[in-house]
């Protein structure tokens, strides 16, 4: 694994940052979410070496990250907050960031217009920082992130602040970089951007790991709530009548062409659907399950 958390607690006086969490992190694409205050920036702080726990350990490549300058070296990190020279121009900006990780000046070169021009940035480079939008400073944030090739990519709110263009190019990137075989952390509340990057994830809900795993490993999990899925077929009554012999069927509602299906057990559904339409000779439009998006999950989650 990248990163593991082991009982990690943090504190800052009498607020709680984080409590009792147990984690870890490895290749591809991760999703880090919860809502504003549920602990987030705490976890990358952790991370990232920024910050050290109060209790438990927290390692990063196997070493504890906390002024590991060997470790720096293969994380890469975009903050949510802006920490800019603002009279730099973005290319100067990334190219002296790049310089501190030890390239000479030309390899720095070559390596932060590379990250320039994979983040999209390559015709705005040449201008100073504080002549940039919200969303050319995530970008340029994200250049100055990925131009020393790090292993791992922490990003905190990556898509605040961009236009579609933008947050399109990022969120390619993203997925380009955990198919390379990268580790990137991406924290968010926003979760339809989330689900467009990723099925791995890490909930935090006030300071603890709600749940973790892909998003249908956590549906699940959740056996007290019925799995919602909806049908749409042209007989829909008829279908209804023996979608409720079914055992794992608790509930069927019709909406003109419509059904709306509840089913503690939706693999029996799903397997018993394709054997109604050739026993019986249903059509079926549609099939879907309405509920195993990240707004569903989280829901259920923090009832």
């Not at 984080?18 to 809502?35: H, Q, R, S």
């Not at 040449?126 to 791992?152: E, F, N, V």
């Not at 947050?167 to 926003?190: F, N, Q, Y």
């Amino acid at each position: 694994m990248i990163a593991t958390f082991d009982n990690v607690a943090k504190w800052y006086g009498d607020v709680i940052g984080l409590v009792d969490v147990t984690t870890e992190i490895g290749p591809g694409v991760t999703a880090l979410l919860g809502p504003n205050g549920a602990g987030k920036s705490t976890f990358l702080k952790l991370l990232t070496g920024q910050l050290v726990p109060s209790t438990g350990s927290v390692s990063l490549f196997g070493k504890n990250p906390f002024r590991s300058s060997g470790v720096y070296r293969q994380v890469g990190f975009c903050p949510e907050q802006d920490a800019f020279y603002e009279d730099m121009t973005g290319r100067k900006f990334v190219h002296y960031l790049t310089r501190l990780h030890g390239y000479g000046a030309a390899e720095a070169r070559r390596r932060s217009d590379e990250a320039i021009e994979r983040v999209g940035m390559s015709e705005n480079a040449h201008r100073r920082i504080r002549t940039y939008s919200k969303g050319m400073r995530q970008r340029i944030k994200l250049a100055q992130a990925i131009s020393h090739d790090p292993q791992l990519v922490v990003l905190d709110e990556p898509l605040n602040g961009m236009d579609p263009i933008g947050r399109r190019k990022v969120i390619d990137l993203v997925k380009e970089m955990g198919a390379e075989g990268r580790s990137v952390l991406v924290s968010s509340h926003i979760l339809h951007e989330v689900e467009a990057m990723t099925r791995e994830l890490l909930l935090l809900y006030q300071g603890r790991v709600l749940a973790e795993g892909t998003v249908e490993e956590i549906r699940a999990y959740l056996n007290q709530y019925p799995h919602k899925i909806i049908v749409r077929a042209p007989r829909a009554r008829e279908i209804a009548g023996h979608l409720l012999k079914l055992d794992g069927v608790s509930g069927v509602r019709i909406d003109n062409e419509t059904l709306h299906i509840e089913a503690q057990n939706p693999d029996q559904l799903f397997d018993a659907l394709p054997e109604l339409v050739l026993q019986q000779g249903f059509d079926l439009d549609a099939v879907e399950a309405s509920d195993v998006s990240l707004e569903a999950i989280f829901d259920y989650l923090v009832k």
